[in-house]
Nanobody
Framework: QVQLVESGGGLVQAGGSLRLSCAAS????????MGWYRQAPGKQRELVGT???????TYEDSVKGRFTISRDNAKNAVYLQMNSLKPEDTAVYYC???????????WGQGTQVTVSS
């Protein structure tokens, strides 16, 4: 059974930093593209960025240069380092795993990030 468990969310002032972690189990981690999504109140869930097994990353435009995604295949973990946080980054952040070559996609339960102005 695939499980994704996020941690590291919290309350931070604008300009601050947070590091989210996602621990994966029940799957072959290296066969999945890992991603971070977020959903703000009243808005649709949006992609923050992704990272492939080889380390290649993509980012949503508003987080480029501020957020960094990394993964540790030995630990079955993916991370989201968030710097220079803004109030508009406030959202529930979700970890996602998408099995390469399939439509299988798994989600974590989400972790709340709140940025105060």
């Amino acid at each position: 059974q695939v499980q994704l468990v996020e941690s590291g969310g919290g309350l931070v002032q604008a300009g601050g930093s947070l590091r989210l972690s996602c621990a994966a189990s029940g799957m072959i981690f290296s066969l999945n593209v890992m991603g971070w999504y977020r959903q703000a109140p009243g808005k649709q869930r949006e992609l923050v960025g992704t990272i492939r097994n080889g380390g290649g990353t993509t980012y949503e435009d508003s987080v480029k240069g501020r957020f960094t995604i990394s993964r540790d295949n030995a630990k079955n973990a993916v991370y989201l380092q968030m710097n220079s946080l803004k109030p508009e980054d406030t959202a529930v952040y979700y970890c996602n795993a998408r099995r390469i070559g399939t439509t299988m996609s798994y989600w974590g339960q989400g972790t709340q990030v709140t940025v105060s102005s």
